[in-house]
């Protein structure tokens, strides 16, 4: 059975999903994530989460959120976007999910709703929730870098 029709389940329990090949597995990309159908496809299907990232979107105050996944067949991410800053904790389904949405709250002020504990994890006293999001942004609004030869 091929990668892609082993996760046919995920595909079909998160509606409108584009389903992409990777190096390393594959990723799909959905419009407003269905928390509890992505945890309950991720365990009929025996993946892990292996790590979250965040990166702030330019121009607005959105977030993509990618899930990295590990199963039996490679790497499967699920890649969504913020809607007015916030979205639903993985947290309270997937403990590893935790201290990823805690982190990426702390730097890019994403709401996670429904977190079991949105307490700070690593801002420095007298630093703002999101206080990396305006320096990612203008970093990335930076002209690629040119080797002078």
């Known amino acids: 059975m091929t990668p892609t029709v082993r996760l046919a389940p995920l595909v079909a329990a998160l509606p409108g999903a584009r389903i992409r090949p990777t190096p390393s597995g594959v990723r799909l990309d959905v419009d407003g994530l269905d928390a509890d159908a992505l945890v309950g496809a ?3 299907l025996d993946l892990r989460l292996g790590a979250i990232t965040g990166t702030p979107s330019l121009g607005s105050n959105e977030t993509e959120i990618v899930y990295h996944f590990v199963g039996p067949d490679g790497f499967v991410d699920v890649a969504t976007a913020t809607r007015n800053g916030a979205i639903a904790s993985l947290a309270p389904f997937l403990r590893p999910a935790s ?5 990426i709250h702390d730097l890019f002020a994403v709401d996670f709703v429904g977190h079991p504990d949105p307490s700070p994890l690593m801002r420095p006293e007298g630093f703002e929730v999101g206080m990396m999001r305006a320096p990612m942004c203008a970093a990335r609004r930076l002209p690629p870098h040119t080797r002078s030869e």
């Open 99 to 103: 201290w990823a949405e805690r982190e």
């Open 42 to 44: 991720v365990g009929r």
